[in-house]
């Protein structure tokens, strides 16, 4: 018993030294007696392998303790002793990484442990090696102060770290964030001023990028923004990611490594989407084009992220481009520079890079140099010109076109990728009016409708800059919108391409549309420039204002022709198909009547008022390749295209779905396309839509051939006669190729009515016709 209330004497002195001078008073006042014994006559005396400790010897209290566990303790406390004056960052267990916070624990059993190290593990050591029983000591909770939460005994302690702290823990990869209330975010001052420390505001710390956050909803929403970003930690913490982690995808010949998030559908540092490769070969097509005109030209890739667009460019084209890869980045820079040594090119640092190891000088070239540089895309497009220039930011590209018009070489070659499909499709309308400008709702060939509204974006930023366009590419897929144009200098092309920017009247009952007329004079009754009537027969307000948007066409036949030569040429096939399908649609033409040359003197392309040479161009050719025309040229190209103004491929496209009739099966779409075609009109297919139709035709018309095709779904409705079309569509006037088809089926229709008579009186009625 003497012994008992000897370390309850003892225990009350502790407390007391700790009211009064702290944990470093009392850490002094061990070291000082650990000296005095040291100096008096060294190590305590052994009995039968045990040793009086000196804290208990301090006490005079006899209690027998192993000397290892002695030892331990001793070096647990001098462990100890230099992480004490930051309580944020104890270590716990072995696993755990030391930068986190301490509120992140993979175990309840860690949250406790934090306890004993604040508070020292002396009643548990002598409770467990002598026949005394030692009082339990208050422990305070390590996430809490002391002004919320007083020390109290281990079992309540251990309740309230599961009730008030691990419970409402966001978990992350076995990891737990625990709610903090100690001091690490700043509190607004209260009203009162002296009640701050009262109501310590409780928070989580991120496990990833160190943030506080208040709430655990938003901090379950923080972590899964980092998930779908593909964030981890290097990235915060400036550590790179090990080698072994990397991976190396191949495409076209070409090796990148990438990250193991590089698919992530957001932008990381080493975004790579397998699904945009379709974009860019088609991007390689008409770099390549634009290769044989003129040699050697100045690329450039605004958005390197992995580099393996511009790697695929100087290894294929070689010494025909000039290669720029830019990013602003740092760790997609570095990247970019460790994918050109992976496939064999060397890189040539700009003049603001410091680092110079394995790369190339300023007075070194050749044609397996790509020069990598880290600014932003804005800055670098406004130093430099360049031919060719490629924009594929992270969502719209419009905060980019300036400066790619602004020092852009004259003929040169823009093509942007936008992938903010949800404005430009007409889910966030608002965000369309925001940044494109524009009024769009959704309609059937609202693919189509986005490509005009960024062809009209970039119409107006070239013009501000005195550039007109030529739009030689226009492609609207699942995920990705791609514009190519090509840029002619002069206030005089930029007057006419600003004049091809209108607004589209688009009825919401039938869909039909059209380009408002050209002129400021304000007309009486716009309705009146729809070829439909539903204004005039259905209530209120049936048409809508879109707009303004791109009206002129949307693809250059010789340019695509030239793209699909390049693509035979370098073997990509999967991007074959496509260019064929773009060359029929800009011709307006079926794809059976499909062929590798154009028709007519298409050997001589023409585009912007320059002669471009292909394969079979003879030496007659009196322009200086490449080059601008003279004015009676320029005045005879004038007269030419005017002349076949009606050539160009119609504006939009019809959905065969859209404009079915119920009850009724449609023909086949290429069966379709050959009716319209014997009608008169002329008819294609598109890319926008697998069953869209791309046709000269009105609306009415359209219906006309669709419904005359059509076949009843239920058999026994073709004893009903044939199908009677509506009385303001005059099939005669419109449709004369299909008078001999008139007569046939009329006669066959009178037939049938016999057929059916005949057996009305034999059989009983039908179920079809009672139901009728």
């Not at 964030?231 to 790179?240: K, L």
């Not at 360049?386 to 419009?398: A, K, R």
Request: a negative charge; hydrophobic letters at 35%.
């Amino acid at each position: 018993m003497a012994a008992l209330e000897a370390v309850e004497a003892a225990l009350g002195r502790r407390q007391e030294r700790q009211q009064q001078g702290g944990e470093e008073d009392e850490e002094e006042n061990r070291d000082r007696d650990r000296g005095r014994d040291h100096e008096g006559g060294g190590e305590p005396a052994a009995l039968n392998g045990l040793v009086v400790s000196e804290k208990v010897k301090s006490n005079n209290i006899d209690v027998k303790i192993p000397k290892s566990e002695l030892e331990a303790e001793e070096k647990g406390v001098e462990e100890e002793r230099p992480r004490e004056s930051d309580s944020n960052i104890l270590d716990v267990s072995a696993d755990y990484p030391r930068d986190k916070h301490i509120s992140i624990q993979r175990h309840l059993a860690d949250l406790e442990k934090l306890a004993d190290l604040r508070e020292g593990k002396f009643s548990t050591a002598v409770s467990q090696n002598t026949n005394h029983c030692v009082p339990d000591e208050r422990k305070p909770c390590p996430l809490c102060p002391e002004e919320k939460f007083k020390a109290c005994y281990s079992h309540k302690l251990h309740r309230h770290l599961q009730n008030l702290h691990w419970k409402v823990s966001v978990e992350f990869e076995g990891y737990r964030m625990c709610i903090c209330h100690l001091s690490c975010r700043p509190v607004k001052p209260n009203l009162v001023g002296d009640q701050t420390l009262s109501k310590m505001g409780a928070h989580y710390h991120c496990i990833i990028c160190s943030a506080t956050i208040v709430r655990r909803t938003d901090m379950i929403g923080h972590i899964n923004r980092h998930v779908n970003k593909g964030e981890t930690e290097s990235r915060f913490i400036t550590v790179r990611a090990p080698k072994s982690s990397y991976e190396v995808v191949k495409e076209s010949a070409t090796d990148v490594q990438v990250l193991p998030n590089h698919s992530t559908p957001q932008k990381t540092d080493s975004y790579f989407n397998p699904k945009m490769k379709l974009n860019r070969q088609l991007i390689f097509c008409a770099l390549a084009v634009l290769a044989g005109e003129r040699k050697p030209i100045e690329c450039l890739d605004a958005f390197g992220a992995t580099g393996i667009m511009g790697l695929q460019w100087a290894k294929h084209l070689r010494s025909s481009v000039k290669v720029t890869i830019n990013d602003c980045n740092e760790n997609s820079v570095t990247m970019i520079k460790e994918n050109c040594h992976l496939n064999k090119m060397k890189v040539k640092l700009n003049i603001r890079e410091e680092d110079n190891d394995e790369t190339v000088g300023n007075g070194e070239e050749n044609s397996d140099t790509i020069e990598v540089t880290k600014m932003d895309a804005n800055v670098v497009m406004h130093l430099r010109s360049f031919d060719f220039i490629h924009l594929d930011p992270f969502g719209t590209s419009v905060n980019y076109l300036d400066s790619a018009f602004r020092n852009v070489r004259n003929l040169g070659i823009v093509s942007l990728t936008s992938t903010d499909i949800s404005s430009l499709y007409a889910k966030a309308q608002h965000v369309t009016q925001r940044h494109y400008g524009c009024n769009i709702v959704r309609t059937e060939y609202y693919k189509e409708l986005a490509a005009r509204t960024v062809i009209a974006a970039v119409t107006r930023a070239a013009a501000r800059c005195n550039k007109g366009i030529e739009v030689l590419l226009a492609v609207a897929l699942e995920h990705f919108v791609l514009v190519v144009v090509r840029v002619l200098r002069g206030p005089t092309p930029a007057d006419d391409s600003a004049r091809k920017v209108r607004y589209l009247i688009h009825c919401q009952w039938c869909e039909e549309r059209v380009f408002q007329k050209e002129g400021n004079m304000v007309e009486e009754n716009p309705y009146q420039q729809l070829p439909c009537d539903c204004h005039g027969s259905m209530p209120g307000k049936t048409a809508v204002l879109l707009g303004p948007l791109w009206s002129g066409a949307l693809f250059n036949t010789g340019f695509l022709r030239r793209m699909l030569l390049e693509a035979v040429q370098y073997g990509l096939d999967e991007v074959q198909p496509l260019l064929k399908t773009l060359v029929c649609e800009s011709e307006c033409t079926t794809l059976k009547h499909f062929s590798t040359h154009g028709p007519g003197d298409e050997n001589k392309q023409e585009e912007c008022g320059v002669y471009i040479r292909t394969p079979n161009t003879s030496a007659e050719s009196y322009l200086v390749h490449g080059k601008r025309k003279s004015e009676e040229a320029l005045r005879g190209a004038a007269k030419r295209q005017r002349a076949e103004h009606s050539t160009e491929h119609p504006p939009f496209y019809y959905n065969i779905h859209r404009h079915s009739i119920k009850g009724m099966n449609m023909p086949k779409l290429n069966k379709f396309l050959n009716y319209l075609s014997e009608a008169g009109y002329r008819v294609s297919r598109t890319h926008f839509d697998p069953m869209g139709v791309r046709t000269n035709a009105p609306l009415a018309q359209f219906k006309t051939v669709l419904v005359k095709y059509s076949i009843p779904t239920y058999v026994g409705a073709q004893a009903e006669g044939p199908v009677h079309l509506p009385a303001e569509i005059q099939v005669g006037e419109e449709v004369p190729a299909a008078a001999a088809v008139k007569v046939e089926e009329a006669e066959l229709a009178e037939d049938d009515k016999c057929e059916v008579s005949a057996a009305m009186f034999t059989q009983p009625y039908p179920t079809h016709c009672a139901a009728d």
